[in-house]
């Protein structure tokens, strides 16, 4: 029996490497701590870790990362909500729900000896996908301005546009999406600061979980520019 659950364990963490245990480790107990102390409710905790383990899982090529990013999407969308964030309320429900069920059948049919093919885009690419989160920023900040309970309208957009674009490329396998998950993860631990010096309560939670993310987004555009350069050798 002893043996079997050894078994099992190795099992469970085969292909992960030193890092990505210690940094799922160490997030961890800082959410269990943050929990504690701040008396959050298991709801916050459950939506932190399941965000947790769905970054640390994309970051891998795992198509686990949708199983529990659906969970997430639903649970974010719901603190968005009671914290008048109405813009990322709409982007998880209208956009990241669907998008969790194309990318994982577009993951599932895009692997090759059991791993994810990874790609990469020109100049040209780039300069498109700055243009467009830039202009979408703006002209739905514009929009959300005129919402009397909507809190910060121009940061709540630059998330939004900028998530949708993240995905998109996720979902198309480009490395780059780590690049604009870099800046969307900073723009979304300031709305979250904001929002915990306006006294919402969940606000260390999600600076914390956000802060992850972004450490996440510079090991996930690590390792996806090795998997990039290795499908292209």
Same mark, same amino acid.
């Given at each position: 029996m002893? !043996?079997? @659950?050894a078994l099992?364990?190795?099992?469970?963490?085969?292909?992960?490497?030193?890092?990505?245990?210690?940094?799922?480790g160490l997030?961890?107990?800082?959410? $269990?701590g943050? &929990?504690?102390?701040? @008396?959050? +409710?298991?709801?916050?905790? &459950?939506?932190?870790?399941?965000?947790v383990?769905?970054?640390?899982?994309?970051? %891998?090529g795992n198509?686990?990362s949708y199983?529990?990013g659906m969970y997430? &999407?639903?649970?974010?969308?719901?603190?968005?909500?009671v914290?008048?964030?109405?813009?990322?309320?709409a982007?998880?429900?209208?956009?990241?729900? /669907?998008? !969790?069920v $194309?990318?994982?059948?577009?993951?599932k049919?895009?692997r090759?000896?059991g =791993?994810?093919v990874?790609?990469?885009?020109?100049?040209?690419g780039?300069?498109?996908?700055?243009? $467009?989160?830039?202009?979408?920023s703006l002209l739905?900040?514009?929009g959300? +301005?005129?919402? /009397?309970?909507? !809190? +910060?309208?121009?940061?709540?957009a630059? &998330?939004?546009?900028?998530?949708?674009?993240?995905t998109?490329?996720?979902?198309?396998r480009? =490395?780059?999406?780590?690049?604009?998950?870099?800046v969307? !993860?900073?723009?979304? $631990?300031?709305?979250?600061v904001i929002?915990?010096?306006?006294g919402?309560?969940?606000?260390?939670?999600m600076?914390?979980m956000w +802060?992850?993310?972004?450490?996440?987004?510079?090991y996930?555009?690590?390792?996806?520019? %090795?998997?990039? %350069?290795?499908g292209?050798?």
């Amino acid at each position: 029996m002893e !043996n079997a @659950k050894a078994l099992n364990m190795n099992r469970a963490w085969r292909g992960w490497n030193g890092f990505e245990i210690a940094w799922l480790g160490l997030f961890s107990a800082i959410a $269990v701590g943050i &929990t504690v102390i701040t @008396k959050d +409710s298991l709801f916050g905790f &459950t939506v932190f870790m399941t965000g947790v383990l769905c970054v640390v899982l994309a970051a %891998k090529g795992n198509l686990m990362s949708y199983v529990f990013g659906m969970y997430n &999407t639903l649970g974010y969308a719901y603190l968005a909500y009671v914290n008048g964030l109405f813009g990322e309320v709409a982007l998880n429900l209208l956009f990241f729900v /669907p998008m !969790n069920v $194309v990318g994982f059948y577009m993951w599932k049919n895009h692997r090759q000896g059991g =791993k994810l093919v990874m790609r990469q885009m020109g100049l040209n690419g780039l300069l498109l996908v700055a243009a $467009v989160c830039l202009l979408g920023s703006l002209l739905l900040g514009f929009g959300l +301005s005129f919402i /009397p309970e909507q !809190n +910060s309208p121009y940061i709540d957009a630059a &998330t939004t546009a900028l998530s949708i674009v993240a995905t998109i490329l996720m979902v198309r396998r480009f =490395k780059e999406q780590w690049l604009v998950y870099i800046v969307l !993860n900073l723009f979304t $631990v300031l709305l979250w600061v904001i929002r915990l010096l306006d006294g919402s309560s969940d606000g260390w939670l999600m600076i914390v979980m956000w +802060s992850a993310y972004l450490v996440n987004a510079v090991y996930g555009y690590y390792n996806w520019n %090795k998997g990039a %350069k290795e499908g292209s050798a």
